[in-house]
């Protein structure tokens, strides 16, 4: 398992940052949007 800093805006023009643990890059991406379907990805990056 492999950690993710991702960070995002909303709609808002909110900026936050989440923590993502997944096996993959994708996956972790893939459960950002399912999370916060209404926000965008800005980063990601693996720590």
Do not use: C, P, W
């Not at 643990?21 to 800005?42: F, G, V």
């Amino acid at each position: 398992m492999m950690r993710f800093k991702v960070s995002m805006i909303n709609d808002l023009g909110n900026r936050y940052e989440e923590t993502f643990i997944a096996k993959r890059k994708k996956e972790s991406l893939r459960n950002l949007h399912s999370y916060k379907s209404d926000s965008s990805l800005l980063q990601s990056i693996f720590i």
